[in-house]
C-alpha cells in the first residue's frame, strides 16, 4: 500500500484527488494538507510515502516546501501536480529534488501511474520534459535564465518576483539581509537584470508566478 499525502490549498482539489486515488486498490490518502507547514508536520511524522504537491500556495509556496521537504526528508519522493505548463518549472524543480513533475490537465491515469514509479525510487519523466532535459544536454548555455540559478537563488527570484522585501525574506528563510542581499545581485547578475520589477515581468512574461 502506497501512502499518498495531498499537498494542495483548494480543498475542491484534494476531494477530488482523494475520492480518484482512493480507487485505486494500492493507494491510501493518508493526509491533506491545505499549505507547506501542514505539509511538513506529516514528513515530520513519517506518514507518507509520497508527497503529491502544488507550486502555487499561500505564505510558503510549493518551491520553499519542496526544498524544506528535501533538507528534512531527502529519500521522500515529491511529485509536483501544478496548474503551470511543464516547460515553465519541470526541469528547474526536477533539478531542486522533485521526483516528477505533472500538469492539473493531464490525464487522471497518469497521476496514478506516476505516483506508482516514484514510490518505487524512479522518476517520472514526460516526453515532453524528455525532451526538453536532452536539449538542454546538447546545448547547455541556451538554457532559460532561470534554469541557470542555484536553488537558493531560485528561491529568493521567485520571492522578490513575488513583491517580499529582502527584510522580509531574511525573516521568511532566517537569513542575514545582507545574505540576501547578495543572492539578489546573484540572480540579478545571472539573469541580467537590474530591478525587482524586471524580476516580476519576467516571471509573469514566463509563467513562473500568477
Same mark, same amino acid.
Given at each position: 500500500m502506497i501512502?499518498v499525502?495531498?499537498?494542495?490549498?483548494?480543498?475542491i482539489v484534494?476531494a477530488?484527488?482523494?475520492q480518484?486515488l482512493t480507487?485505486?486498490?494500492d493507494?491510501r490518502?493518508?493526509?491533506?494538507?491545505?499549505?507547506?507547514?501542514?505539509?511538513?508536520d506529516?514528513?515530520?511524522?513519517?506518514a507518507?510515502?509520497? @508527497?503529491l504537491?502544488?507550486? *502555487?500556495? $499561500?505564505g510558503q509556496?510549493?518551491?520553499?516546501? +519542496? #526544498?524544506a521537504i528535501? =533538507?528534512?526528508?531527502?529519500e521522500?519522493? @515529491?511529485l509536483?501536480?501544478? *496548474?503551470? $505548463?511543464?516547460?515553465h518549472?519541470?526541469?528547474t +524543480? #526536477?533539478r531542486?529534488? =522533485?521526483?516528477g513533475?505533472?500538469?492539473?490537465?493531464c490525464?487522471?491515469?497518469?497521476?496514478?501511474?506516476?505516483?506508482?514509479?516514484?514510490? +518505487?525510487?524512479?522518476?517520472?519523466?514526460?516526453?515532453?520534459v524528455?525532451?526538453?532535459?536532452?536539449?538542454?544536454?546538447?546545448?547547455g548555455?541556451?538554457?532559460a535564465?532561470?534554469?541557470?540559478?542555484?536553488e537558493?537563488?531560485?528561491?529568493?527570484f521567485?520571492?522578490?518576483?513575488?513583491?517580499e522585501?529582502?527584510?522580509?525574506?531574511?525573516?521568511?528563510?532566517?537569513l542575514?539581509?545582507?545574505?540576501?542581499?547578495?543572492?539578489?545581485?546573484?540572480?540579478?547578475?545571472?539573469m541580467?537584470?537590474?530591478?525587482?520589477?524586471?524580476?516580476?515581468y519576467?516571471?509573469?512574461?514566463?509563467?513562473?508566478?500568477?
Open positions: 501512502r499525502a495531498i499537498v494542495d490549498d483548494h480543498a484534494r477530488g484527488l482523494r480518484f480507487e485505486q486498490v493507494l490518502v493518508v493526509a491533506e494538507c491545505a499549505n507547506g507547514r501542514e505539509a511538513l506529516v514528513v515530520r511524522e513519517q507518507a510515502d509520497v @508527497v504537491l502544488d507550486i *502555487s500556495m $499561500p509556496n510549493g518551491v520553499d516546501t +519542496l #526544498l528535501k =533538507a528534512r526528508a531527502p521522500l519522493p @515529491v509536483i501536480l501544478s *496548474s503551470f $505548463p511543464e516547460e518549472y519541470a526541469t +524543480l #526536477l531542486q529534488g =522533485a521526483s513533475y505533472l500538469n492539473k490537465e490525464d487522471p491515469q497518469d497521476i496514478v501511474k506516476a505516483i506508482r514509479t516514484v514510490a +518505487l525510487g524512479r522518476r517520472y519523466i514526460t516526453p515532453g524528455a525532451e526538453r532535459l536532452a536539449a538542454g544536454l546538447a546545448s548555455s541556451e538554457k535564465l532561470h534554469e541557470q540559478l542555484s537558493r537563488e531560485f528561491q529568493v521567485l520571492r522578490l518576483a513575488q513583491g522585501t529582502i527584510g522580509q525574506l531574511a525573516i521568511s528563510m532566517s542575514s539581509a545582507k545574505t540576501v542581499s547578495t543572492y539578489r545581485t546573484r540572480v540579478m547578475d545571472k541580467g537584470l537590474s530591478s525587482n520589477s524586471d524580476l516580476t519576467y516571471a509573469i512574461k514566463n509563467g513562473l508566478i500568477q
